[in-house]
């Protein structure tokens, strides 16, 4: 079962771990374990939603990377359509569940 987190204790989570420039939090992927931030996503103009894919979808299956371990290239895990039981839910303040991908260790 995912573990469900309001988004103030959330965002006060990310603040606590990595400061208040959300662009330097970091995410991991439940899958390969690879991290990410939202300046990861930053410049990639096929994403429509840019920065906002730092908690949804691994970079090691998106991006075209340098320098990434084999066995994290070609990742394809996505936080809305694969296993739920590995992601954390969001809720927003009108109700709405986001499924993230938990923080990285610092």
Do not use: H, Y
């Not at 939090?25 to 990861?40: H, I, N, V, Y």
Request: aromatic letters at 10%.
């Amino acid at each position: 079962m995912a573990k469900e987190i309001r988004s103030d204790e959330w965002i006060k989570q990310g603040i606590k771990l990595f400061g208040k420039n959300r662009f330097a939090w970091r995410f991991e992927c439940p899958k390969c374990g690879g991290t990410q931030s939202a300046l990861d996503f930053v410049n990639v103009k096929r994403f429509a939603a840019g920065p906002r894919l730092a908690f949804l979808l691994c970079k090691n299956g998106a991006l075209d990377l340098k320098n990434v371990p084999l066995n994290q290239i070609g990742c394809n895990f996505n936080s809305t359509t694969s296993d739920l039981s590995q992601v954390v839910i969001v809720i927003n303040p009108k109700g709405k569940k986001i499924p993230v991908f938990p923080f990285a260790k610092k």
